[in-house]
């Protein structure tokens, strides 16, 4: 059995509401970074109660029916773009939204008040909803992240699209006369039982698309907090060596030099022994600072544990990779740190490794803590590189 228009209509409001229950649901147990669940549950809302009094055409007066009807539906899709820009953090276009909103009343206005046949309504009403649902489209699309791939923007996005091209193609139809004479919003003809089909379908599977991406954006969120260090800001242990065997591997393709450097406080059990592991902490957010401002830009830098820090060096060969470790090690050298009214001053020491091909990164490591240990072992607060040079003590 055939829905009828009016029968359809009533089922996607129904569906419509139920996606409005859940994004509201989403908006409060999603953090405040993630946006724009309200609205777009709002815009749900909006465009149901659009379809209400476009679908009681005949029950209600045609004047709240039409202007009524068509101007929310233009507002719900309105405020769909704004959920979406207030997502990304994205400016939102408010200028041409409202005109399209504006326009949409003020034409049906025009239209009962000249009498102008339903067709041209249509006409009207599917020209704004074609540039609305094409501004939703690109405002999807302009947030993607197009270094990886999110399925819920291309998904939301798609079906996005779909909805414009159908608006369009029924304008087209209208505009060409070609088909049936249109008989209005509950015309029972094929065209505009596709019409109507494509239209909610899709507005309700782009509702299913944001939700997807709300969820995409929550996982990237825990990702990026379980990927830095909660206290200085610099990559996890587990993430930083994730990241250096990328840039290893790209190292040893390309015939690249890349150096390795561990770092330690040191005397930091003294510090926290004496001053508290309060002031350990400020100690080691410190020296974070440090490695930010003195480390270029393409270097990875990351906490390795404890008082200890992890640095890699791409396209960096070793007698560059010391000038570059003595600048950092000369900004520590007897660095004061104010704590509770108090001084802190602090060392560390630093050893350096150059990757060889073939090397397993962990072996790399490995070499530059042996050069590390022969730092603290030589009296602290200085550089020193693998392989070691030592001095026998019958040459002093």
């Known amino acids: 059995m055939e829905l009828d228009p009016q029968t359809f209509i009533v089922a996607s409001m129904l569906a419509a509401l139920m996606m409005m229950i859940i994004f509201f649901g989403q908006a409060r147990s999603f953090p405040k970074s993630i946006k724009g669940f309200n609205v777009w549950g709002i815009a749900l ?73 339903q067709k041209i309504r249509t006409i009207l009403g599917s020209g704004s909803n074609t540039v609305l649902l094409g501004m939703v489209t690109w405002a999807i699309l302009k947030g993607r992240d197009k270094s990886q791939f999110q399925l819920g923007i291309y998904f939301s996005s798609i079906c996005a699209g779909i909805t414009t091209l159908t608006c369009f193609a029924r304008l087209v139809t209208l505009v060409a006369g070609i088909g049936e004479p249109h008989g209005g919003l509950l015309d029972e003809s094929p065209v505009q039982r596709i019409y109507l089909m494509s239209y909610n379908i899709n507005v309700l599977l782009a509702s299913v698309g944001f939700s997807i991406m709300g969820h995409e954006k929550l996982v990237d969120s825990y990702q990026a907090l ?141 070499q530059a803590d042996k050069a590390l240990y022969h730092a603290k072992k030589e009296g602290k607060n200085r550089v020193e590189v693998f392989p070691l040079v030592i001095v026998p003590e019958s040459s002093l």
């Not at 003294?270 to 600072?289: L, P, S």
């Open 226 to 366: 379980a990927s830095r260090d909660g206290l200085t800001g610099l990559y996890s242990r587990t993430r930083f060596i994730e990241l250096a065997e990328r840039e290893a591997q790209r190292a040893e393709r390309y015939h690249c030099d890349i150096s390795l450097v561990l770092i330690d406080i040191d005397n930091f059990k003294q510090i926290n022994d004496t001053c508290g592991h309060q002031a350990g902490d400020a100690v080691i957010k410190d020296i974070a600072a440090v490695m930010h401002h003195n480390f270029r830009d393409i270097d990875l830098l990351g906490r390795y544990g404890g008082e200890e820090f992890i640095a890699l060096l791409p396209e960096t060969p070793m007698v560059d990779a010391k000038t570059i470790v003595e600048r950092v090690r000369s900004a520590v050298d007897q660095r004061t740190v104010v704590f509770e009214g108090g001084e802190i001053t602090y060392s560390a020491s630093f050893g350096v490794a150059q990757a060889q091909p073939g090397l397993p990164l962990e072996k790399t490591v490995g």
């Open 45 to 117: 809302f909006t465009v149901t109660l659009a379809a209400a009094l476009l679908a009681a055409r005949g029950f209600i007066p045609g004047p709240v029916s039409i202007v009524l009807g068509n101007g929310l539906l233009a507002l719900g899709i309105a405020l769909m773009i704004v959920a979406i820009s207030i997502f990304h953090n994205n400016p939102v276009p408010w200028k041409l939204s409202v005109v399209c909103v504006v326009f949409v009343v003020a034409g049906m206005v025009w239209c009962l008040s000249t009498e102008q046949e």
